[in-house]
């Protein structure tokens, strides 16, 4: 049977059957060759399924639960890497307003002969 009749006959989503596929809950083949290729579940495995589903699905949910929490993880590693790359480039501005002697180095004035000069 395929994907989609084992979802309707588990009572799940296929992207439940394919996550159990990947998991290795549920035993699959896969059949076919290049772009035919699809996954064949045997009945007795949809029929276990029925009857062990709130197990697998506890499985499920602590991979999720798990998941969530090493990418919770990551996130605050990476806001203290912009904490302090915040830091860093607030005492690099800091040292270059130091270096810079006071008054506006942006503007610079335009002499009366300076097309001239660009002509040379």
Known sequence: MDIRTASIKAGVSERTIRRMIKAGTIKATLVGSGPHRHW???EEEVAK?????PAVMDGLVASLNATIAMLKEQLDQKDRQIRELHVLLQQAQEQAARMLP?????ERRRRWWWPFAARQ
């Not at 399924?49 to 589903?53: A, Q």
């Not at 006071?102 to 942006?106: A, D, L």
Request: hydrophobic share 15%; proline share 8%.
């Open 49 to 53: 399924l029925g009857k062990s589903e």
């Open 102 to 106: 006071p008054g506006n180095h942006h």
């Open 40 to 42: 064949e579940i045997d």
